[in-house]
């Protein structure tokens, strides 16, 4: 494992001076199907400079009253643990204006849907972080960055992990001034692409805006004379587009 890093490591270093690396993971929303186990992140750099990325993983849980928290995974501190979501590997090199790619692989029971935060952090490699490479490549590494730069610019992103038997049942009520729809299946529906604008005018538009119905949630808005709401509703692999009038 350390020989392959140290190759790829030879084609990226030594690093110019005056130079960052600029990550991008893509989407923020991932979902891993039922049928599925393992799930492939990319993540590009688009800067001038080699990305030494960590992946770090924590699960989302929700209180009695919907308030979500992020706690830490057992699996990360215990390889006897098969129960979360894990990142193989979990440390990325990617060099300049190129790509790398890590396996998210669920392990674990999955009768109930299940939520995680994936952090993407660029980090200055130290000893510690198992990135095998030396002390005066670490030391010119830091040599080559922008002077001043002391945060490297990470991605939070959600991964969605369906349970093994879904099953989608959205309900909508759709009254006078009021447009409803309740999740009373077992695994999230997505509301992609909201918009509310004007029908005589169509410059008069709110934001788009994503949203998520987890199970046993419902999202709802106002309808207002005047105006008109578009959006998709997505229930796993398929998809409806919707045009609502106020």
Excluded at 25 to 35: N, P, Q
Excluded at 218 to 235: C, D, L, M, P, W
Aim: aromatic share 10%.
């Amino acid at each position: 494992m350390k020989y392959r890093w140290a190759l790829l490591l030879a084609g990226v270093l030594p690093l110019t001076g005056h130079a960052v690396p600029a990550i991008n993971v893509g989407v923020v929303y991932d979902y891993l199907d039922a049928d599925k186990s393992t799930y492939l992140k990319r993540v590009f750099n688009g800067g001038d400079s080699t990305a030494f990325v960590k992946v770090n993983i924590l699960e989302i849980v929700y209180d009695g009253d919907g308030t979500p928290r992020e706690i830490p995974l057992a699996a990360q501190n215990d390889s006897r643990v098969r129960d979360g979501l894990l990142a193989s590997p979990a440390r990325l090199i990617v060099p300049a204006n190129g790509m790398q790619g890590t396996r998210l692989v669920y392990m674990g029971e999955r009768e109930k849907e299940r939520y995680f935060r994936v952090r993407f952090v660029p980090v200055v490699p130290e000893k510690e972080d198992e990135f095998a490479v030396s002390a005066d490549e670490r030391e010119d590494y830091k040599k080559s960055l922008n002077a001043g730069v002391n945060v490297l610019a990470g991605y939070g992103t959600v991964f969605f992990v369906r349970p093994a038997q879904t099953r989608f049942n959205s309900v909508i009520d759709n009254s006078a001034g009021q447009y409803r729809i309740s999740n009373q299946g077992n695994s999230v529906v997505v509301i992609d692409e909201f918009r509310d604008c004007s029908i005589k005018d169509e410059t008069d538009c709110q934001p788009t805006t994503k949203h998520h119905i987890l199970p046993g949630r419902t999202f709802e808005f106002a309808k207002q004379s005047g105006r008109e709401y578009s959006f998709t509703v997505i229930e796993g692999k398929d998809s409806k587009a919707l045009e609502i009038k106020g």
